[in-house]
């Protein structure tokens, strides 16, 4: 399975358009890229999910290069409730593994 | 209501002791899993599977078994090979197939300790 690089941790501010990006540079074509995000002592939330240009939903987007090594969450005009763990996984339905995730904390 | 139920919220073992973490759904999801988190850390795959009677070992499959005898039962026994349980144990399902098929539905979650 596709390894994935993120930053261990990132500060934005209330109202700040947060952009979280993820290096995978051995994802196979049959793989999809995923985002969750936790908050303490609780299971991982489904964020978003792509395959190749771009997706947005009602609280992200994201964005996927053509070559698809990389990814981009954007969560526009994040709050305080928003400061949490965010995964990337890369992988086919069915067998999916999480890295250590990116700790974004935002600041009033 | 639909959803994944893990039981108990918070358990105890002593040392040398088996101890079965249960985990059920009613999503008629194919696909199950089972985490692991420490402190901290990111969560860590121990087993899943895809299809009643089949599961296949994720990256920590050492010190523990699972079971896959019904559609909505995935229970997880830590053994007594598992030297370090005391850990964040968390089940998961997933519907393989249709447009969100990365998207998995976690239950609460059990908290293990050895004492």
């Known amino acids: 399975l596709a390894k994935t690089t993120q930053p261990i941790s990132m500060d934005s501010y209330e109202g700040q358009e947060v952009n979280i990006t993820c290096s995978h540079n051995?994802?196979?074509?049959?793989?999809?890229i995923t985002w969750y995000q936790q908050f303490p002592s609780q299971g991982p939330r489904f964020i978003i999910q792509?395959?190749?240009t771009k997706v947005t939903n009602e609280v992200a987007s994201l964005f996927i290069p053509a070559d698809r090594k990389s990814s981009t969450l954007s969560l526009p005009r994040v709050s305080l409730s928003d400061t949490a763990v965010y995964y990337c996984?890369?992988?086919?339905?069915?067998?999916?593994?999480f890295g250590a995730g990116t700790r974004l904390t935002v600041k009033p | 209501d639909g959803g994944i139920t893990q039981s108990p919220k918070y358990l105890f073992r002593k040392e040398g002791q088996n101890v079965t973490l249960s985990c059920e759904q009613n999503l008629n999801h194919d696909a199950m899993y089972w985490y692991r988190q420490d402190p901290g850390q990111g969560l860590r795959l121990i087993y899943y599977s895809q299809i009643v009677n089949d599961f296949q070992k994720g990256d920590i499959a050492e010190g523990y078994s699972v079971s896959r005898e019904k559609k909505e039962s995935f229970p997880l026994t830590v053994t007594s090979a598992q030297k370090n349980p005391t850990a964040f144990y968390l089940c998961?399902?997933?519907?393989?197939?249709?447009?969100?098929?990365?998207?998995?539905?976690f239950g609460q979650g059990t908290r293990l300790t050895v004492v």
């Open positions: 996984l890369v992988g086919r339905p069915g067998d999916m593994r």
């Open positions: 792509g395959y190749k």
């Open positions: 051995n994802i196979a074509t049959n793989d999809y």
């Open positions: 998961a399902s997933s519907q393989i197939g249709g447009t969100r098929s990365t998207e998995a539905f």
